[in-house]
């Protein structure tokens, strides 16, 4: 069975929240990872001495409870749209800002230095995680449309109007 009829037998089901879910964390993860090697510039000992081991977990914690709060895996991944990138910009604000409270809450009670997390992998690792998110997100997007229409010829039209309505009527749309 081709991988197209495959998805127009299934086409009518969605990804489960969780699936989503799971697969953020894995982009969280691979980014404080390659944060952390490109920050050392992939020198392992340096790595170790930072406890990047340490704060895996808590990463993957924080993101999880920021994931939840602004609900960035329960859009429909082929209906990827603004909000659901404003989502993930909410997420990734919030882990942000609470990795840089913890890092000044540890620097507020005297523990040394080298506990805290650098703010270049702080940043690197946000920046990554937001591409991460938003581009497969929007892979998915491609893909699920290119291999479900794939071979129908299409009518451009233009559709007057912003907001929900318009947005509906070009779901609609692309549902035909």
Do not use: C
């Not at 969605?14 to 090697?37: M, N, Q």
């Not at 497969?136 to 007057?160: E, M, Q, S």
């Amino acid at each position: 069975m081709s991988i197209r009829k495959h998805l127009l037998k299934y086409s009518n089901r969605f990804i489960s929240g969780y699936v989503v879910l799971v697969t953020d964390l894995i982009i969280v993860a691979f980014s404080f990872v390659a944060a952390y090697l490109i920050r050392f510039n992939f020198v392992i000992t340096e790595i170790s001495q930072w406890k990047l081991p340490l704060y895996l977990p808590i990463i993957l914690i924080i993101s999880a409870i920021a994931f939840i709060i602004s609900r960035s895996y329960v859009g429909i991944i082929r209906h990827t749209s603004t909000d659901d990138v404003i989502r993930i910009f909410k997420a990734a604000g919030i882990v942000f800002l609470t990795v840089i409270f913890l890092n000044f809450i540890i620097v507020l009670y005297g523990w040394p230095i080298k506990k805290v997390i650098p703010l270049s992998i702080i940043i690197i690792h946000t920046l990554t995680t937001l591409f991460l998110m938003i581009f497969t997100r929007l892979v998915a997007k491609i893909v699920w449309i290119n291999l479900l229409k794939g071979g129908r010829d299409t009518i451009n039209v233009i559709i007057y109007g912003a907001g929900k309505t318009g947005i509906l009527t070009k779901n609609t749309l692309n549902a035909d």
